[in-house]
């Protein structure tokens, strides 16, 4: 079975900028959940969709948003970007809600933004 | 406050050696507990977790974690280590109907 697929896996932008990442789970998989990793931070939740919808959101600023389509293919978009949303963005999926089950995470996508 | 610590920043053995990485946590209930590794410019790989039932598990590449909730630690155990095990590797936490807290992480060092 296919793991969990992040695209792109590289990316720069310039400050201001709009992004959108891709994030196909592991088929079956219902849940997909959404992850900042910097530095500074470390490891932080942004958001969970299960079923299309938003379950669970982090502490991000509403600039961070997010989507799941029917086939539970979700996307996440950054808006008016800043030099801190500069980070490694993980995508991981799991069966169901991610309170009772096991996440697999995707390779992630490496934002730069100038 | 919740939290996860990993105390160990960075940790250095000689390939052989044995291997124990740290976590604690604060947390009201036992939480569900899970060893993940990051290899440079990868995502992170689960070694391991612990639900319920037995406080000792056994994982992949040949580490186990031992759960003991009087002292709300879940440390993260290998008998001899290998060269490709040098990584970073993260404790996590699911507090009871919650989602995943990480730790800072703890990087290892493998010398030959």
């Known amino acids: 079975k296919a793991g969990v697929t992040q695209t792109p896996r590289y990316l720069i932008k310039t400050r201001g900028q709009q992004v959108t990442l891709s994030c196909s789970p592991i088929?079956?998989?219902?849940?997909v959940s959404w992850y900042q990793q910097t530095p500074g931070q470390g490891l932080q939740f942004l958001f969970e969709?299960?079923?299309?919808?938003?379950?669970n959101k982090g502490n991000f600023p509403g600039r961070f948003s997010g989507r799941q389509f029917s086939n539970s293919r979700s996307e996440m978009n950054v808006s008016t970007l800043e030099l801190g949303d500069s980070a490694l963005y993980l995508c991981?999926?799991?069966?169901?809600?991610?309170?009772?089950?096991?996440?697999?995470f995707g390779p992630g996508t490496r934002l730069l933004v100038l | 406050a919740q939290s996860v610590t990993q105390p160990d920043i960075h940790i250095t053995v000689s390939e052989g050696a044995s291997l124990e990485l740290r976590c604690n946590y604060s947390?009201?209930?036992?939480?569900?507990l899970f060893w993940y590794v990051q290899s440079p410019g990868q995502g992170l790989q689960l070694l391991l977790k612990?639900?319920?039932?037995?406080?000792l598990v056994q994982g992949i590449k040949g580490f186990e974690a031992e759960f003991k909730r009087s002292q709300s630690s879940f440390n993260l155990r290998k008998p001899s280590v290998h060269w490709s095990d040098a990584a970073e590797y993260f404790c996590?936490?699911?507090?009871?109907?919650?989602?995943?807290?990480f730790g800072t992480g703890t990087r290892l060092t493998v010398i030959p």
């Open positions: 612990y639900f319920s039932g037995d406080t």
């Open positions: 088929s079956g998989h219902r849940s």
């Open positions: 991981a999926s799991s069966l169901t809600l991610t309170n009772v089950e096991t996440q697999y």
């Open positions: 996590a936490v699911v507090p009871r109907g919650n989602n995943l807290f």
């Open positions: 947390y009201g209930a036992t939480p569900y």
């Open positions: 969709y299960f079923s299309e919808t938003q379950r």
